[in-house]
């Protein structure tokens, strides 16, 4: 792979396509990380890929480790389960008042992260199905109006993002059907309901993470 025709910087280009390699399991967790092999896949000196890598440990996506290099960071399922769990209940707060505050444009762009995450899904693109998953729930933080649920909710995803790519293949046609009825619960104005709709959805993932990795064994 040679990265081209992307006027970014380069180091943001590489950060990305390395969150990519993660996110499709072409790196899994606690896989080592050199430098001059991934700069040869991707077609890029060591530096960038340095950069990427120091960009991604503050994510929690990789570990540094002195003298030893570093990893795709290995979870602990009971842990992640846990930080799952309060991701949860600030999304499911977001999603309540979404319901109350949002706006036509905030709908217009969850039906596009639905549409668009249906078609990576069917596809098997998990690379464009997460981007999607990702982009429909900060459509939802946005549109509830406090602009303090989507700043909280960031850095949990960030450290949240491995359990998604452990499930993917498992969950995501069945996640888009869950997001639509969270959608149309913020359409009808029906807090309630769109408050329970994605707790739910988060609940069901949590139990296909620790059915995916048992308890008690790292990731």
């Known amino acids: 792979m040679t990265i081209g025709g992307d006027h970014r910087p380069l180091r943001e280009i590489v950060t990305d396509e390395i969150r990519d390699m993660i996110l499709r399991g072409d790196l899994r967790p606690g896989d080592r990380l050199h430098e001059k092999k991934i700069a040869d896949i991707l077609g890029v000196s060591r530096n960038p890929v340095r950069e990427a890598i120091r960009a991604l440990e503050v994510t929690g996506l990789i570990d540094v480790t002195p003298r ?17 769990d309060v991701q949860s209940r600030l999304e499911a707060f977001a999603a309540e008042l ?24 069917a596809a098997n693109d998990q690379v464009s199905a997460a981007k999607c998953h990702r982009d429909l729930h900060c ?13 909280s909710v960031g850095p949990l995803r960030s450290r949240t993002l491995l359990a998604f790519s452990v ?3 498992r969950r995501w046609m069945l996640s888009w059907d ?13 807090a309630v309901v769109a408050r329970e709709s994605v707790h ?20």
């Open 68 to 84: 030893i290099g570093a990893s795709v960071t290995s979870f602990d399922v009971d842990d992640l389960c846990q930080l799952l």
């Open 178 to 190: 869950e997001h639509q009825e969270i959608r149309d619960a913020i359409q009808s104005g029906d």
């Open 139 to 151: 459509a939802i933080e946005r549109a509830s109006g406090n602009g303090h649920i989507e700043s």
């Open 98 to 121: 979404a319901a109350v505050n949002h706006q036509p444009e905030d709908l217009a762009e969850i039906d596009r992260c639905i549409a668009e995450g249906r078609a990576a899904s």
């Open 200 to 219: 739910n959805h988060l609940q069901s993932v949590i139990a296909e993470l620790c059915t995916a990795v048992p308890s008690g064994a790292d990731g």
């Open 167 to 169: 499930i993917a293949d």
